[in-house]
């Protein structure tokens, strides 16, 4: 092969090797695009409650850019509303490992661990939560609650104080307190959270107030 012949092979091979770098990159691009497109249909199915069509939209996202995080993300989030926890731990797990530092796939673990039960674990999300994200209300209310499964009831009463502190709209972060503090028998603070709650909004059962009049000896 001559020296000319021997460029010539090479240019073209050098051209074609351009070429299918730059039909891969437009791929890449067009399909991760894609990815986004069905993101976004999935996340409007899940505000109409149709969680079996955003999942379908979000497993075609997946396929698409298998490096979505956001996608694993809000799949994990409709397995966790169908109660499907397993699912949804093994989602926002592999969400974590595309992006380690989402706060919001360590609350969502939390929520789908608590689902399972498995209290310990849920605790280290929502501690890491709120490591990376120490202003969210709902970390510390959800730590709260997982404090109060273990009757850990102190810890669960500081939690539930940060919430309020955080968000003092909320009239189930009052209620839930007031029903860690019937727990402690500090009656007077249980029924001052009952009726912050009540101010609110909250609609409190009638079942718990006839437990804490009994229990405490009065009326309101």
């Known amino acids: 092969m ?82 499907d926890f397993g699912k949804a731990v093994l989602d926002f797990s592999k969400a974590l490992e595309i992006s380690p530092n989402d706060w919001k796939a360590y609350y969502n673990r939390g929520i789908a661990y608590g689902g399972e039960r498995n209290l310990d674990k849920a605790l280290a999300d929502f501690n890491k939560t709120i490591e990376i994200n120490p202003s969210f209300d709902k970390a510390y209310y959800n730590r709260g609650l997982t404090y109060a499964k273990k009757a850990y009831f102190d810890q669960s009463i500081v939690d539930f104080s940060k919430a309020i502190e955080l968000n003092s709209n909320d009239g189930n972060y009052y209620f839930n307190r007031a029903v860690t503090y019937r727990y402690k028998k500090d009656y007077d603070k249980a029924w001052e959270d009952v009726h912050k709650a009540e101010d609110l909004g909250f609609s409190i059962k009638e079942k718990f107030l006839e437990a804490l009049k009994r229990e405490s000896g009065r009326e309101k």
Not at 45 to 68: Q, T, V
């Open 2 to 83: 001559t020296c000319r012949l021997k460029n010539l092979v090479t240019s073209v091979m050098l051209s074609l090797i351009i070429l299918f770098l730059i039909v891969a990159s437009v791929y890449a691009q067009s399909s991760a695009e894609d990815a986004k497109a069905l993101v976004k249909r999935g996340l409007e199915f899940g505000k109409k409650g149709d969680l079996e069509s955003a999942i379908s939209a979000f497993n075609k996202a997946i396929e698409l850019n298998p490096n979505d995080a956001v996608a694993y993300s809000n799949r994990g989030t409709a397995y966790n509303k169908k109660g």
